[in-house]
């Protein structure tokens, strides 16, 4: 009896033993199927990114375009010349801290965006709030970010600096005026209507000269500002939702928005739906008729995973994405491919 005994606890653990093998094979099997990889056979379910790693992608692409000058006080009114040739006027008796005018050298930090693809990466859209509080699309005459601190403290302004944009650079039109933008709670850069010094709408002007035209902006604040216009399309307008791959939301992917012969203007579909899996232009601001581009993006091991389809909106439109039909890129590929667009 004791031999049986035992012989029966082994072949007990002899089946114990196979089974474990059997669940650690399999477990095996089904990781490496969900293996991302660019036949996206797994749909989205697996090795998605995360929010942070999405908006590393974000912050990379701002530090590449991210300009900085030395401002020296003594030199009284300094002019700084962009990459791209914008002049930059700054009085530095205009700067202070906590209330005191300053000394010494500030640092000057500048950003300009002036192209769609890098609106998309950077995550900079030209969405303007309408005085019902609604966004709508931006015809947009360039994106501008300046800052100034002193040994990493921030500086104020109390008097205006002066932007002189090459039209070269962007769009031609008369009636440009200038925005503020504010970051949202969920990372929108949304753009207000900005006044000047004096209480009036404006603060920006457009000359022509040999050289196509200048632009004239002048502000008197740090963050971003906007040579913007609403675009302006007096038709039936309609809301537009896109479906995203399962797995993906608003933390780590997003759908932006490009019309289709205007300009460097970005939209976003700025909201996104738990229990539909859809991102959503909710405002009822899109064009009906309009032939546009929908774009999705996400992340993927550094690199920017994406896809962009053609298409004419129509009333209440859903566009569905699938991971089969993006592509993995780097930024500059991604930026080259929108800036592309028509």
């Known amino acids: 009896m004791k031999k049986l005994f035992f012989l029966n606890r082994k072949a007990e653990n002899r089946s114990i033993f196979f089974k474990a093998a059997l669940i650690i094979v399999l477990s095996m099997t089904i990781l490496?199927?969900?293996?991302?990889?660019?036949?996206?056979?797994?749909?989205?379910?697996?090795?998605?990114?995360?929010a942070a790693e999405f908006n590393a992608l974000r912050e990379d692409a701002l530090e590449n375009i991210t300009q900085e000058f030395q401002l020296n006080t003594a030199n009284g009114i300094t002019t700084f010349t962009s990459a791209n040739g914008v002049e930059i006027d700054i009085n530095p008796s205009c700067l202070t801290l906590n209330g005191n005018a300053i000394t010494g050298t500030a640092a000057i930090k500048y950003i300009e965006v002036f192209d769609g693809g890098t609106?998309?990466?950077i995550n900079k859209t030209t969405m303007g709030m309408m005085p019902n509080g609604d966004m709508a699309m931006l015809i947009s005459g360039g994106e501008f970010f300046i800052n100034a601190t002193q040994n990493g403290q921030q500086l104020e302004i109390n008097c205006s600096m002066n932007l002189r944009i090459p039209a070269?650079?962007?769009t031609v039109e008369n009636d440009m005026i200038l925005w503020d933008g504010t970051i949202d709670e969920d990372g929108n850069l949304d753009w207000r209507e900005q006044e000047d010094p004096n209480g009036n709408q404006g603060g920006v002007f457009f000359e022509q000269d040999t050289a196509g035209g200048t632009y004239y902006a002048y502000f008197n604040n740090f963050g971003w500002t906007n040579v913007d216009?609403?675009?302006?399309?007096?038709?039936?307008?309609?809301?537009?939702?896109?479906t995203v791959p399962s797995g993906y939301n608003f933390e780590n992917s997003a759908v932006y928005l490009h019309?289709?012969?205007?300009g460097s203007a970005l939209a976003k579909l700025d909201t996104y739906n738990a229990s539909t899996g859809q991102f959503s232009e909710h405002y009822g601001q899109i064009p009906i008729g309009l032939a546009c581009h929908v774009i999705f993006v996400t992340e993927e091991s550094g690199q920017w995973r994406y896809a962009i389809k053609s298409v004419t909106i129509t009333e209440n439109a859903v566009y569905d994405f699938t991971l089969a039909e993006t592509i993995?890129?780097?930024?500059?590929q991604l930026i080259a491919d929108i800036n592309a667009l028509p």
């Open 168 to 170: 070269s650079l962007t």
């Open 259 to 262: 019309y289709d012969g205007e």
């Open 229 to 242: 216009k609403f675009y302006n399309y007096t038709g039936p307008k309609t809301e537009i939702l896109a």
């Open 328 to 332: 993995l890129g780097d930024e500059t």
């Open 119 to 121: 609106m998309l990466v």
């Open 32 to 50: 490496t199927s969900c293996e991302k990889s660019d036949d996206n056979d797994c749909d989205g379910l697996c090795d998605l990114p995360s």
